[in-house]
């Protein structure tokens, strides 16, 4: 089973930002946080991946919750290219990756 | 740089038929996973391999197996197909130069897309 709980689906206005939740109760202090994006008809993307403090890259930031049991990726301004699956993962040294259903982010123009 | 790389892009079986499915990871990458991704669903972990061994391994029967060559390239091979193994299959590369499973970036592939009948 996952180890992630994450929104089925979710929708955002263009040009607006969007904040994609997920949880992690059972995290462990070796875990990453890791968030890839599937666009149709493609394979997954990496997006950004953090382990305690906030992080920011082009694409996206990743805030995480002080006691490490959920996380927020922010998508600062969504644009109808950012439609894709999202998911969010735990990834550490021991453990196989486990992918969830993912949060299926809906862009309106 | 050429990414991920995974041939062919279709292909349709029919049940009991044997599969080989390619692999090229990103250059500079010497870790490949393997995941099975049925319609709707996120992509399952199958294995993952560094320095031609199966270091990680999912809940899939032996009838899975792959392979890593000395160039980092890999192959998943699939027996005695069933219906249910109609899926994308996903290859995803990483660099690791430690033991253990990596937490590196994944770069994933564009997939092969099976069909069996």
């Known amino acids: 089973d996952a180890k992630t709980t994450q929104p089925n689906s979710m929708e955002s206005n263009e040009e607006e930002p969007v904040h994609l939740p997920c949880n992690h109760s059972?995290?462990?202090?070796?875990?990453?946080i890791h968030w890839y994006r599937q666009l149709p008809s493609q394979g997954p993307e990496y997006v950004i991946h953090?382990?305690?403090s906030n992080v920011n890259n082009r694409m996206a930031s990743l805030a995480i919750a002080e006691d490490r049991k959920s996380s927020t990726l922010i998508l600062h301004r969504a644009t109808l290219r950012d439609a894709a699956v999202y998911y969010c993962?735990?990834?550490?040294?021991?453990?196989?990756?486990?992918f969830g259903k993912g949060t299926r982010l809906h862009i309106l123009p | 740089d050429a990414g991920v790389t995974q041939s062919p892009t279709h292909l349709i079986k029919t049940r009991g038929q044997q599969v080989t499915l390619r692999c090229s990871p990103k250059s500079g990458h010497d870790t490949v996973s393997w995941y099975q991704q049925a319609l709707g669903q996120g992509p399952q972990f199958i294995f993952q391999y560094y320095e031609e061994e199966e270091r990680q391994r999912g809940n899939f029967p032996d009838r899975f197996s792959g392979h890593q060559f000395p160039n980092y390239s890999s192959e998943l091979n699939v027996n005695a197909l069933l219906l249910g193994d109609s899926a994308l299959y996903l290859c995803a590369s990483s660099y690791d130069g430690l033991a253990g499973t990596s937490t590196d970036t994944q770069y994933f592939g564009p997939g092969t897309r099976l069909t069996v009948l």
């Open positions: 993962i735990l990834m550490n040294r021991d453990d196989k990756i486990i």
């Open positions: 953090g382990l305690t």
């Open positions: 059972t995290i462990s202090g070796t875990d990453y």
